[in-house]
């Protein structure tokens, strides 16, 4: 991931290959969640993913009360980023915006984080 603003908190990070559980993956049996600390550089690692389509969702979770903070407007006040650069449009873009082949074995993504505020 790239552009961090600062090592505040941690980074939530969702994989999933449904698209009624994108971005949230809160209810998707096949999804893949993982939240590591902010820092200078942060990787993330997805275990036991098999090949297929999924999308992913990242959180920069500055105070780390597990939840995306918003401001008037609901306009996001933290960061955000998804796979393939998804742009974000009055929402969250759909699963298919940000939708990305994984394949057997290892496979790196590099996501862009996006700051509202």
Request: net charge positive; charged share 25%.
């Amino acid at each position: 991931m790239t552009e961090l603003r600062n090592t505040k908190g941690v980074v939530r990070a969702c994989l999933t290959p449904d698209p009624d559980d994108f971005p949230k993956c809160e209810k998707g049996e096949t999804a893949h969640s993982v939240v590591v600390p902010a820092g200078e550089t942060v990787t993330l690692t997805f275990e036991n993913v098999r090949p297929g389509r999924y999308a992913i969702a990242l959180l920069h979770d500055e105070n780390n009360n597990n939840k995306a903070d918003r401001a008037l407007l609901m306009m996001p006040k933290e960061g955000f980023g998804f796979s393939r650069d998804a742009k974000v449009r009055m929402g969250p873009p759909k699963f298919d915006a940000a939708a990305i082949d994984v394949p057997a074995g290892a496979s790196r993504q590099t996501i862009r984080m996006r700051y509202m505020l």
